[in-house]
Each structure stands twice: as C-alpha cells, then as structure tokens.
C-alpha cells in the first residue's frame, strides 16, 4: 500500500526537491519543533536550513536567482512543512505572497530591487490587511496613505501581522484618496504600499513601531504582531505597481494563492495527526491487544485517512488550475474550507486515540491540537470561504432567460 497525500504526475525535479524537503523536516524539524513550540522560541537554525535550500526563493523566477517553479511545488512544500511544525510554513508563506505580490504587480524596479534578495532569505517579506476593528471586512479599512510632495505619508494600526518583527519588508494596505473622488467604492480607493524596515520591536524606523509578539494559543514561535504607524514617510516609488487605487485587488490575488497554502498547511497538520494517531494505536494496549485491533479505533482512521487524502487532492487541484493560468477562486476557497475543516477534525480525532495522553506536551498531539484552530480563520474563516464558493456557483449555474 502506498502512503498517504501522493501526488501524481509529478517530475523529476519536482520529486526531488519534495524528496530533500521531507528529509529535512524529518530530521532537522520534528525534532526540535514541540520543544521551540512550548518555549515560543522563532526556529532560527531551521530557517537558515531553509535559506539553504532554497526554499525563500521557490517560485521568484530564475533571472532574479530563484528556483522558478509552480504553485503546486511551492504548496507541497509548504504540506512537508507544516507536516514538521506548521509555524515554520507561516514564515515562509508571507514572505511567498509578498514575493508573488511584486512579480505579479510590481514595477520593474520594484521587482529588481527586491526579488533577488527574496530570493536568497536576505529580505524577508509579511503583509498587513487586517486592523483591530475590522476582521473580514477588508473594506472598512482606516489606515491612510496621503501624498506630500515626493513622499506619502502613513497613519494607522494593523493586527495579526505574521513575521511582523523578523520581516524587512511589509506590504501594507492602506486608504489612499488622491485621484479618487468622494463616493468611491472603497476596495477602489485602496493602494498597497511597500514598507522597509529594520528587523526587531520597538520602533525600526521614524514613524514606524512595532510594539511586540502577541501571545497566542498556538501558532507559537513565528512572531506575530501589530504594526503602528505614525507620520510614516515612504517614496512615492514604493507604491507596488507604480498606480494607486489598486491596493485591493493586488492583496486579494495574493490572498488567493495564500488561500491554496493555508490549505497545504492544513493537509501537512491532518497528515502528522494521522501519522501519530496510527502510531499510537498500535502501541497501545487494552483489554489483551493493540487498541489499533478495535474496530472503533479502525473507524477513526479509516476516517481520518479518507480525510487526508481528500482534502489533498482539493489543494493539489486548486494549486494545478492556478499554475495553467486560469482563474480558482472557487478552488482555492473549496480547498481552504475543506482542508481546514478536515485538518480540525482529522487532529481532534487523533487527540481522542491518545487518550489521556493527548492531553500532556510530553506528546506530540498537544501541540498540534493547538495549532489546528488557526487554520479555521487564516486567510479568510470558513464563512468567507462559503461567500466566495457560493457567488461563485452562481456565477457558473446562472439561470438563463
């Protein structure tokens, strides 16, 4: 029997650099990844093994140093990853979606500037949407970006800003009202700016400060914090794409493929949970045998296999309808829905055949039960992600006549 989340039709290439990822969550990862988790320590020795690899630089293409491959590459990676500790994956995904955010949409000095040094892990990239009041609802954003002279000039508070203190760059979405009349549509009058700063808390540069990580369930090791900005001062040319009044729509397309690998983390998270469960239930004994030899436990992980396996084929579909240049938003939200939704349930499940157990760090599980809750909200919650399927449905099964 072959293992589970195999992926068919890969290449040579993409088999290998897959095959050298898992040896190095294997060892390099698992190892040491519940024991950072409990002491909220950022992986620094794991992140220049990824430096190493390559991996920064996945899908920047090859003429600013990158290794040019696909979405579908970069998300099953990103699966071997959270396989191993899933806030490894968190601090390389933000820093992809900034990186995919300036190839797709940065102007060409914007993109010789920075993708190379992406490339190599040199600059590291997170991006800033959300604020403390507004959740979902990107529209009702209040930080402003107001141009003087040669410069714009920044004011607001951003929340849940992942790599916020170990980034060097950050995109940042803000109000921008030049050129855009009153009345405006908001998502029209919204313009991603790109921010430098200096690694670290604390003020990292005039106008900027970012207060410190924020203590949270899980997730635990990637610094996630907020972003104050306070007469911020930015080059005019720093304006991703050159325009303003394009903010939205550039963040929600980074936003797409960020929702593929949210659900790529979501498979690698179920796949540990499914690997431990099944474990465990062959080491454990009651009543004269391994409880894996009870039927109730069978179902449970024939279930959580099932699990598994579907909710890799969605992300590994919706990642192939992105690389062939078509649109999947309805992929992508069908991907992210289920993925997280399985991985919630495919880990709980994997709690219960622990037992007692599960419930102490000295397992494994703890950790993961803990993480798993994350991936119900990143990128948008289940409900966003039924809004997007459903519109999306009705766009395709529209009733004629």
Same mark, same amino acid.
């Given at each position: 029997?072959?293992?589970?989340?195999?992926?068919?039709?890969?290449?040579?290439?993409?088999?290998? *650099?897959?095959?050298?990822?898992?040896?190095?969550?294997?060892?390099?990862?698992?190892?040491?990844?519940?024991?950072?988790?409990?002491?909220? +320590?950022?992986?620094?020795?794991?992140?220049?093994?990824?430096?190493?690899?390559?991996?920064?630089?996945?899908? *920047?293409?090859?003429?600013?140093?990158?290794?040019?491959?696909?979405?579908?590459?970069?998300?099953?990676?990103?699966?071997?990853?959270?396989?191993?500790?899933?806030? &490894?994956?968190?601090?390389? /995904?933000?820093?992809?979606?900034?990186?995919?955010?300036?190839?797709?949409?940065?102007?060409? +000095?914007?993109?010789?500037?920075?993708?190379?040094?992406?490339?190599?892990?040199?600059?590291?990239?997170?991006?800033?949407?959300?604020?403390?009041?507004?959740?979902?609802?990107?529209?009702?954003?209040?930080?402003?970006?107001?141009?003087?002279?040669?410069?714009?000039?920044?004011?607001?508070?951003?929340?849940?800003?992942?790599?916020?203190?170990?980034?060097?760059?950050?995109?940042?979405?803000?109000?921008?009202?030049?050129? %855009?009349?009153?009345?405006?549509?908001?998502?029209?009058?919204?313009?991603?700016?790109?921010?430098?700063?200096?690694?670290?808390?604390?003020?990292?540069?005039?106008?900027?400060?970012?207060?410190?990580? *924020?203590?949270?369930?899980?997730?635990?090791?990637?610094?996630?914090?907020?972003?104050?900005?306070?007469?911020?001062? *930015?080059?005019? /040319?720093? &304006?991703?794409?050159?325009?303003?009044?394009?903010?939205?729509?550039?963040?929600?397309?980074? &936003?797409?493929?960020?929702?593929? /690998? &949210? #659900?790529?983390?979501?498979?690698?998270?179920?796949?540990?949970?499914? +690997?431990?469960?099944?474990?465990?239930?062959?080491?454990?004994?009651?009543?004269?045998?391994?409880?894996?030899? %009870?039927?109730?436990?069978?179902?449970?992980?024939?279930?959580?296999?099932?699990?598994?396996?579907? #909710?890799?084929?969605?992300?590994?579909?919706?990642?192939?309808?992105?690389?062939?240049?078509?649109? /999947?938003?309805?992929?992508?939200?069908?991907?992210?829905?289920?993925?997280?939704?399985?991985?919630?349930?495919?880990?709980?499940? #994997?709690?219960?055949? %622990?037992?007692?157990?599960?419930?102490?760090?000295?397992?494994?599980? +703890?950790?993961?039960?803990?993480?798993?809750?994350?991936?119900? !909200?990143?990128?948008?919650?289940?409900? !966003?992600?039924?809004?997007?399927?459903?519109?999306?449905?009705?766009?395709?099964?529209?009733?004629?006549?």
């Amino acid at each position: 029997m072959s293992r589970l989340a195999q992926t068919a039709g890969l290449t040579d290439v993409q088999q290998e *650099i897959l095959s050298t990822v898992r040896n190095f969550v294997d060892k390099e990862i698992i190892p040491v990844a519940t024991q950072l988790e409990h002491r909220d +320590e950022y992986p620094t020795e794991i992140v220049e093994g990824l430096k190493e690899l390559g991996l920064f630089g996945l899908m *920047i293409p090859e003429e600013y140093g990158g290794l040019g491959e696909s979405l579908l590459t970069y998300a099953l990676c990103v699966e071997e990853i959270a396989r191993g500790w899933m806030s &490894v994956s968190g601090i390389i /995904n933000t820093h992809f979606i900034v990186a995919y955010m300036l190839k797709q949409h940065g102007t060409q +000095e914007q993109k010789d500037t920075f993708l190379p040094r992406m490339a190599l892990g040199e600059v590291r990239g997170a991006f800033s949407m959300s604020e403390p009041a507004l959740g979902s609802d990107v529209s009702a954003i209040t930080s402003k970006g107001v141009r003087e002279g040669d410069e714009y000039v920044l004011n607001g508070q951003k929340m849940w800003l992942t790599n916020g203190g170990t980034s060097t760059l950050v995109a940042v979405l803000c109000r921008s009202d030049e050129g %855009h009349p009153e009345g405006t549509a908001p998502h029209k009058s919204m313009t991603t700016f790109l921010v430098e700063k200096e690694a670290g808390f604390g003020e990292v540069r005039p106008g900027l400060t970012i207060p410190g990580k *924020i203590d949270k369930m899980g997730y635990k090791g990637v610094d996630t914090t907020e972003l104050i900005m306070d007469g911020l001062r *930015i080059p005019a /040319n720093r &304006v991703l794409g050159g325009t303003t009044g394009r903010g939205f729509y550039q963040m929600m397309d980074g &936003v797409e493929v960020g929702r593929v /690998n &949210v #659900a790529a983390r979501g498979c690698g998270v179920a796949q540990r949970a499914f +690997e431990l469960g099944v474990s465990y239930a062959q080491q454990r004994h009651t009543f004269g045998k391994a409880i894996a030899q %009870h039927q109730a436990i069978q179902f449970k992980l024939a279930e959580m296999a099932t699990k598994v396996e579907a #909710a890799h084929a969605m992300m590994v579909n919706a990642a192939r309808k992105k690389d062939s240049g078509e649109r /999947n938003d309805l992929e992508a939200g069908m991907a992210k829905y289920l993925a997280s939704e399985y991985c919630k349930e495919v880990v709980e499940d #994997a709690f219960r055949i %622990h037992g007692g157990y599960g419930f102490s760090k000295e397992y494994e599980i +703890e950790r993961l039960y803990r993480e798993a809750p994350m991936l119900l !909200i990143g990128e948008g919650t289940a409900e !966003i992600q039924k809004m997007i399927i459903g519109r999306r449905l009705l766009e395709e099964y529209r009733l004629q006549g």
